[in-house]
């Protein structure tokens, strides 16, 4: 019964900023761990960040320093704050619970301009 809707993603050139947001409707958010996921064009999805219900964190080497994701238990939501992007960055970005995954949102895409 969990539903993710990510948003947050657009066009931005190399260096720039942008911060995703995942709402995710349920009573179970607070209780799992959530990551974020991408997708670039001919590539399989991929992990990029993780966070516990603890608020621990882990990153895929291509991001880490570059990227922090966070949670917000009461409002449902998990954040990623993106820094200096880069245009191996663009790809379509989704959030789902980490270790028991429930149906994939329609995903933000974020393209990044070199």
């Known amino acids: 019964q969990v539903q993710l809707v990510e948003s947050g993603g657009g066009l931005v050139q190399a260096g720039g900023s942008l911060r995703l947001s995942c709402a995710a409707s349920g009573s179970i958010f607070s209780r799992n761990a959530m990551g974020w996921y991408r997708q670039a064009p001919g590539k399989q999805r991929e992990l990029v960040a993780r966070?516990?219900?603890?608020?621990?964190?882990n990153y895929a080497d291509s991001v880490k320093g570059r990227f922090t994701i966070s949670r917000d238990n009461a409002k449902n939501t998990v954040y990623l704050q993106m820094n200096s992007l880069k245009p191996e960055d663009t790809a379509v970005y989704y959030c789902?619970?980490?270790?028991?995954?429930?149906?994939w949102g329609q995903g933000t895409q974020v393209t990044v301009s070199s």
């Open positions: 966070i516990t219900n603890g608020g621990s964190t």
């Open positions: 789902n619970l980490y270790e028991y995954r429930v149906p």
